[in-house]
């Protein structure tokens, strides 16, 4: 199997668009048309993973946690990424990461921590704002209406919030004169046209334009297609930061405390005061999620679960939520199960490993 593929499936899933301008998710070493035999997914792609990989024959490694963030400018083996990235392109390992791209899709990593917990009724806590969605308008003829949909449709056009195959149609009549070396689907060379003509409009991810105008043009019986493309700042609520459910039935702030250690693998929780409240509604972010306790104060969670808050941090909980610091590797653990779904359900044989690595740095005493 081509590295291609794989790279394809998993950004389709979480497109590289949706990573922070500070990341760098996507194919850190390796060429895409190198051949892949087996694949070992893990959190951070350490040495010992890569000894990993060596021994269980596989070629390519997917972790969540790019090895390179910054670039560069030697290798000389003066440290671990140095180490990691010369010992890859030694043995012709391929290194693949999902990062932020993963945690922003609604159904990525948050969506995973969120299950685990049983939570119902989810939906993004900080959804993305600005330059994520576009919104195509085209005309057509009546009769090929549906069928320049359908292909829009299977593209990825027409999703809003939990709906998809959103479009709005609209009749008129479209004019146009064919000049010479032209090959008019309707009307002669040389003479105005007049077509009964229907106007589609439908929204769609920005990363996406290229595969939806081919889609357009392939269904599309003009000969020149007609189409215009507008910027939209609408909430992309299926993009975006961190996730808030609700638990299926109440239950007590330390028995849910409890219930999270025990779930989640963690040795310890940092946490705020209790509030003698039941725990109903539930923010979760995995890695570190500080920046959006605001977020989940402003949607009435009782608890947000997240990693790495700063001491001062905490005193901004002011009892009006309970902060619980689960850490960072605890709370992105389950990313592997993630990626292996992912994988499993587009290519169904191939050889696909999750790392039993460690790779948490933090010891507990």
């Known amino acids: 199997m081509k590295l291609k593929e794989i790279t394809d499936c998993l950004e389709s899933f979480a497109p590289l668009a949706y990573q922070e301008s500070y990341d760098n998710a996507g194919l850190i070493c390796g060429n895409k048309n190198m051949e892949i035999t087996s694949g070992l997914i893990c959190l951070d792609s350490t040495e010992e993973v890569i000894d990993e990989a060596i021994a269980n024959g596989c070629n390519l490694v997917i972790a969540h946690h790019p090895i390179v963030f910054s670039g560069l400018k030697k290798f000389n083996g003066n440290n671990y990424v140095e180490r990691v990235i010369i010992k890859a392109i030694q043995n012709n390992i391929a290194i693949y990461a999902a990062h932020t791209n993963l945690d922003n899709v609604h159904n990525g990593v948050n969506a995973k921590i969120a299950e685990k917990l049983g939570l119902?009724?989810?939906?993004?806590?900080?959804?993305?704002?600005?330059?994520?969605?576009?919104?195509?308008?085209?005309?057509?003829?009546?009769?090929?209406?549906?069928?320049?949909?359908?292909?829009?449709?299977?593209?990825?056009?027409?999703?809003?919030?939990?709906?998809?195959?959103?479009?709005?149609?609209?009749?008129?009549?479209?004019?146009?004169?064919?000049?010479?070396?032209?090959?008019?689907?309707?009307?002669?060379?040389?003479?105005?046209?007049?077509?009964?003509?229907?106007?589609?409009?439908?929204?769609?991810?920005?990363?996406?334009?290229?595969?939806?105008?081919?889609?357009?043009?392939?269904?599309?019986?003009?000969?020149?297609?007609?189409?215009?493309?507008?910027?939209?700042?609408?909430?992309?609520?299926?993009?975006?930061?961190?996730?808030?459910?609700?638990?299926?039935?109440?239950?007590?702030?330390?028995?849910?405390?409890?219930?999270?250690?025990?779930?989640?693998?963690?040795?310890?929780?940092?946490?705020?005061?209790?509030?003698?409240?039941?725990?109903?509604?539930?923010?979760?972010c995995g890695g570190a999620g500080s920046f959006l306790l605001a977020d989940a104060i402003k949607n009435e969670a009782d608890i947000f679960i997240t990693a790495d808050f700063k001491y001062h941090q905490f005193f901004d909980a002011e009892n009006r939520i309970i902060i619980a610091d689960i850490g960072h590797y605890e709370s992105e653990q389950y990313t592997n199960e993630l990626f292996y779904e992912i994988l499993r359900k587009k290519f169904n044989t191939f050889a696909l490993l999750i790392s039993k690595i460690n790779t948490n740095p933090i010891k507990y005493l």
């Open 120 to 284: 119902i009724n989810c939906k993004v806590l900080a959804p993305s704002k600005g330059a994520t969605l576009k919104k195509l308008v085209t005309y057509c003829p009546e009769d090929k209406a549906e069928e320049i949909r359908i292909a829009l449709f299977k593209v990825g056009a027409g999703h809003i919030a939990n709906y998809d195959e959103c479009s709005f149609t609209s009749s008129g009549i479209g004019t146009f004169r064919a000049g010479e070396g032209a090959n008019p689907y309707v009307g002669e060379q040389g003479k105005q046209h007049q077509e009964n003509e229907v106007r589609i409009e439908t929204i769609y991810p920005a990363h996406s334009e290229s595969e939806l105008i081919k889609a357009l043009c392939a269904a599309h019986p003009y000969e020149e297609v007609a189409y215009d493309l507008f910027p939209i700042t609408n909430i992309n609520y299926r993009v975006g930061a961190g996730i808030i459910g609700e638990l299926d039935a109440e239950m007590n702030e330390m028995d849910f405390l409890k219930n999270i250690k025990k779930v989640m693998k963690a040795e310890g929780i940092r946490y705020t005061a209790l509030r003698d409240k039941k725990i109903k509604r539930v923010a979760v």
